[in-house]
């Protein structure tokens, strides 16, 4: 291939998130991160003699979220199969899964970027069930050398949630962008607490290069399991730049499942028994299709709300605010909600602002929440109120803010207490400024001359007469409407 | 003693007669002297106790403590069920069956389990690992399979009654070969939780008695939704005890397609003589063709070792049951299944396996499935013109122990009346209709889903009739 072909990648993710049920997805063990081994398991998990799954109907309505939130169409009936493999961390020897009728097909799911957004297709949603933990053991309890490997089987039965996009995404960056966003979409939803290191959310990705302008599809690599964001990021990069330097050499890109190992940034390939693996997938007689009543999904589809983006889009299109404000803000649902509280209650980019700044750093010694502080969003818009009309200057301000959030008073009450209210009466201060320039008479003729910087000098002078309760912009004003 | 009916049992309990205890003791005693090989494990100790239990209760259950035996391939706590086979040689549950549950709670105590083909994989019982069963007629047949020997423990009068399970006619088969009465209800009107699983989409819990009325008295108990089987069905009319003595207005179609070929003639005469006496009875007979039923056999050998395939790959050792020594993992797993399980219940992983690897899986397994449907279809139709179908349940009477067991193909035969009913998931109940060379034959009558009561009220009409009262040779 020539080198002078532009090349572009091509990456499609498939995610798995941890359904945030109490139980398991077939049986009736609780759920639990970090509990001692097998202390959440029952004849069903484990796979005894005679034992029959049952559908966690919680489970389902998660699914059915997720799905919704990622504009699937919710399919009128969708089936388990069995997904049939052996191995130790998996008792029954298969693992009840969606197959080719799964819950949900054909959605959708917009990313913002400051430059604007863009759209992922998202091929399908199902679910499934997780495997066992498997833990190799060496005598010193070390992973290294491992003489023996046991099974934790609390984890085995926990309701999955697999997503799968389409190959729509075309960097490393954007893909990342992807993902924070639908985990951010998840988390709001309760589907899941989507945590990367506990594995509730893991990622692998498929990633082809092919010259720009083909709608051809190279041959792809698997990335298996990245467990951040960061190593997601960096494990495709470094796979776009392998199939890319292979290309450009001529060579072929062979269809392999790799694992991406963030400490040297190098990837290998897991030649495991998985590959070209046979599933022999049939429909599970066990259980009966899911047929989701259409009364239940649009009950659950009105239950959504505003979805994470579509009010990070609202807050920046109609409050005005920034990309950046408007991803923070949303982070979570309580503080979109706390942000939204003050913003209509005065100017929404003085409220990020606030937020952002003062009020974060002040609850960073409290470990409190802006939701759980005794700064309620009136409080606080009363504040921002009182610090845009001039009432008080912004350092008095924080004093306030210090103040509320301990009392949870009014901050005019806190203001007048503490006297620090600024003159705002024009005659009165003027009368003050004329006094100064009066008393000052030779600074008084160098800044008519033109000697800008005694400005400073003479707002000083006021700000000292007036014990600092004049406003210095103001005091700066009048000084000028005299002397120019 | 004389041995008498469940129902029996029941009323003499209930007037002072005797009790729970005396009729449990003389089930054990008839059961622990066991020439036919009935019995995998008897359950004496809990049986007594149970027995004293309801015997001291104030209210007595419904079943008053009538004893019954259940086949091994229902889980039972504490007391070892093994389905027949080595790899769960030892095992013993940590939880009962629901349906067990249900026939505990309404008063019948669980004397022991019975023999079985291996993981219900048969149809002479031969290929249970542990022991033969013989068939009370005559010790040198078999008892049919795979719930041999509950059919066998019913015909020699150990136990009034007992459980089987029927994947494509095991409750029936062996009714038929030892000339008692047995049913598969409408699948999904019993939960399957706690039945070891053969074939998932075939496999239904159901009765084997003396009598037609013992039969419907037993899944009275049993019928009904249960939170742990998603399969199973709100049953929402009970089954009753029939008393019908007419068939006046009831249209029956005999399938032609079982009175043709492979069909044995004393089993051929003595079905037609049962059909004259339905028609003596009042009932309209016709006959009605299942054409697709020819496939049955072909679909079901494909759908049953498919499913069997997947519910038998967890017996690895690992959690539980038997397990052989072994250095390392690999040869744990070998060795343990390699030992563990029989030659037909390899072969049926085997066939299974290939019927749904990739690119075979269209060819046999989904082209099984339509078959499956146009079976359906059949039936469906011919439901359209009659209430329910008549036909032998077997083409043979009891055959000799060894004749079949290197000729798989014939011994698949044994269910060619009996696997149809089983795919379409109807309910089909065999009861003895005469005697042919000394040895039980049984009819088969077969409803639509759901038509359990209106089965049994024939069945028992036609019961009466024929008035069916030879007892095995080795009990005379
Ligand atoms: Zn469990």
């Known amino acids: 291939m020539s080198t002078a072909v532009a090349l572009e990648p091509v990456i499609g993710i498939e995610i798995h998130v941890q359904l945030a049920t109490r139980t398991k997805m077939f049986c009736r063990c609780r759920l639990s991160f970090g509990d001692p081994p097998n202390t959440h398991t029952c004849p069903v998990c484990l796979a005894h003699p005679g034992v029959l799954p049952v559908v966690n109907g919680e489970a389902i309505r998660l699914g059915i979220v997720a799905a919704l939130a990622l504009g699937c169409e919710i399919a009128p009936r969708s089936v388990f199969h069995r997904k049939n493999y052996f191995y130790p961390d998996l008792p029954k020897a298969y693992q009840i899964s969606q197959y080719d009728e799964p819950l949900g097909v054909n959605g959708h799911f917009s990313v913002l970027k400051p430059e604007g957004e863009f759209e992922v297709g998202i091929t399908r949603v199902h679910l499934e069930e ?13 992973r290294a050398g491992a003489e023996q490997s046991v099974v934790d089987f609390n984890r085995g039965g926990t309701p999955l949630a697999e997503i799968v996009t389409e190959p729509d995404l075309r960097s490393a960056a954007d893909a990342s962008e992807f993902l924070k966003q639908l985990r951010q979409t998840m988390r709001q939803l309760g589907v899941s607490d989507c945590n ?80 070209a693996h046979d599933y022999r997938y049939f429909p599970e007689p066990d259980l009966v299709p899911v047929v989701p009543g259409r009364e239940w999904v649009e009950q659950i589809r009105t239950s959504l709300g505003e979805l994470p983006v579509d009010r990070r889009r609202r807050w920046m299109n109609e409050l005005g605010i920034s990309y950046e404000d408007a991803e923070v803000l949303s982070e979570t649902t309580e503080l979109g909600a706390y942000f939204e509280d003050v913003a209509s209650q005065v100017d929404a980019k003085s409220a990020a602002n606030w937020i952002r700044g003062e009020l974060r750093s002040q609850l960073k010694d409290t470990g409190d929440t802006p939701w759980e502080s005794k700064a309620t969003p009136e409080r606080l818009a009363e504040l921002i109120q009182l610090v845009t009309d001039g009432a008080i200057g912004s350092s008095a301000g924080q004093e306030v803010l210090a103040e509320v959030l301990v009392s949870g008073r009014p901050p005019a009450e806190i203001v007048d207490e503490k006297g620090l209210r600024q003159i705002q009466d024009t005659d009165a201060l003027g009368a003050i400024v004329d006094q100064i320039l009066a008393d000052n008479p030779k600074e008084t003729g160098q800044l008519k001359g033109g000697k800008q910087k005694l400005i400073g000098f003479f707002v000083g002078q006021v700000m000292k007469e007036t014990k600092g309760s004049a406003d210095p912009r103001k005091v700066q004003e009048l000084i000028r409407e005299r002397t120019g | 003693m004389e041995a008498l009916t469940a129902e029996q049992s029941i009323a003499a309990i209930t007037s002072g007669q005797t009790s729970s205890e005396e009729l449990v003791e003389e089930a054990l005693r008839r059961s622990e002297d066991d020439p036919w090989g009935a019995f995998l494990a008897l359950d004496g100790e809990r049986a007594r106790r149970r027995a004293k239990e309801i015997d ?13 035996a259940i086949k091994d391939v229902l889980s039972t706590r504490d007391l070892e069920t093994t389905a027949g086979s080595q790899i769960l040689k030892g095992f013993r ?32 019982t031969e290929n249970s690992s542990y022991q033969l069963t013989l068939n009370p007629w005559d010790m040198e047949t078999v008892p049919g399979g795979s719930s041999g020997g509950s059919a066998a423990t019913v015909a020699a009068r150990q136990v009034p009654w007992s459980l089987g399970s029927d994947t494509g006619g095991s409750i029936r088969q062996p009714a038929s070969l030892c000339g008692v009465v047995g049913m598969k209800p409408t699948y999904g009107a019993v939960s399957r939780y706690g039945l070891i699983a053969f074939a998932s989409s075939l496999d239904q819990v159901g009765p084997l008695a003396r009598t037609v009325r013992d039969s419907a008295l037993l899944l009275s108990h049993i019928v009904g939704q249960d939170p742990r089987d998603s399969t199973s069905l709100d049953w929402w009319k009970p089954i009753e005890v029939p008393d019908t003595e007419r068939l006046d207005g009831v249209k029956i179609g005999v399938i032609s397609e079982m009175l043709e070929n492979g069909i044995e003639s004393g089993v051929k005469s003595a079905t037609e003589a049962a059909t004259a006496t339905a028609a003596e009875l009042g009932a309209e007979i016709t006959e009605v063709s299942l054409p697709s039923s020819r496939h049955g056999i072909a679909a079901y050998y494909l759908i049953a070792p498919a499913e069997a395939s997947a519910n038998l790959a967890r017996f690895d050792g690992m959690r539980y049951g038997a397990r052989a020594a072994a250095d390392d993992l690999l040869e744990h797993y070998e060795r343990t299944r390699g030992e563990g399980f029989g030659p037909e219940v390899k072969r049926r992983i085997m066939l299974g396996t290939f019927a749904l690897a990739s690119g075979y899986y269209e060819a046999y397994y989904a082209r099984a499935q339509r078959v499956r449907t146009l079976i359906v279809r059949d039936f469906g139709e011919a439901f359209e013109k009659v209430d329910l179908l008549l036909s032998p349940t077997s083409p043979t009477t009891a055959f000799k122990i060894g004749e079949r067991v290197d000729d798989p193909y014939a011994m698949y035969m044994s269910d060619i009346c009996t696997i149809p009913m089983s795919l379409a998931g109807l309910p089909a109940i065999s009861i003895p209709c005469g005697v042919a060379d000394g040895l039980p034959v049984g009819l088969q009558l077969t409803g639509p889903a759901f038509s359990e009561n209106g089965l049994f009220s024939v069945a028992h009409a036609l019961e009466q009739a024929i008035d069916f009262d030879a007892l095995p040779e080795t009990l005379s």
Do not use: W
């Not at chain 1, 509730?200 to 599809?217: I, K, Q």
């Not at chain 1, 298996?224 to 730049?241: V, W, Y």
């Open chain 1, 130 to 142: 997780d495997a066992a933990k498997l833990l190799h053991l060496s005598s010193g309890g070390r």
């Open chain 1, 196 to 275: 990367m290191e506990e594995g509730s959310m893991r990622a692998d990705a498929n990633v082809s290069v092919r010259p720009v302008g083909s709608t051809e599809l190279g041959t792809k690599t698997e990335l298996k399991n990245m467990n951040s964001f960061r190593f997601l990021e960096r494990g495709i990069e470094a796979e776009i730049a392998r199939q890319t330097g292979m290309l450009e050499a001529g060579e072929r890109v062979v269809q392999e499942t790799l694992h991406f190992d963030p400490a040297t940034g190098e990837l290998h390939s897991l030649r495991s028994k998985e590959e």
């Open chain 2, 56 to 68: 001291a209760a104030a209210e007595r259950p419904p079943l008053a403590g009538v004893p019954i």
């Open chain 2, 93 to 124: 549950p940590l939880y009962t069956a629901t349906c067990i549950k249900r026939l505990e709670r309404a008063g019948a105590v669980v004397v022991g389990k019975t023999n079985m083909d291996e993981f219900a994989m048969g149809s002479s």
